[in-house]
């Protein structure tokens, strides 16, 4: 796994209900991730696109999962319209390619966590 640092997951997952708009082309992952912070009382939001993550944010969005590839660009052109129009909104990059570069760019653009998607157990 990639990150800046070792983190523990942001307040908004364990201190209340947040808004959090989950980016993934595959919708099986996105579906999983979905289903289980819907659970945990979470209002969830869902996109496959970046089109879509682009139509689906608003000031509301609390946090952000974002894939690194989607189809139509990767989750850094979204990371960087969060931090320009909602920096407190909290954004977690996902990826099943990590690379060091990218890690590197996401942190730098203001990610809170990096994550490699292949690192997590079954």
Known sequence: M???EERGPPDILTSMSATLLIVD???LV????AERLARE??????????????????????LALLDYHLPDGDGLSILRHIKAHSPDT???MMT?????????????????????EASEPG
């Open 96 to 116: 099943a390619f990590p690379g060091v570069e990218s890690a590197v760019e996401a942190m730098t653009l203001g990610a809170f966590h990096y994550r490699d």
């Open 2 to 4: 990639l990150v800046h």
């Open 30 to 33: 996105r579906r999983a991730v």
């Open 90 to 92: 909290i954004a977690i």
């Open 41 to 62: 009382g979470h209002t969830i939001v869902e996109a496959g696109s970046v089109r879509e993550a682009h139509e689906r944010l608003t000031s509301e969005i609390d």
């Open 25 to 27: 082309d595959d919708p």
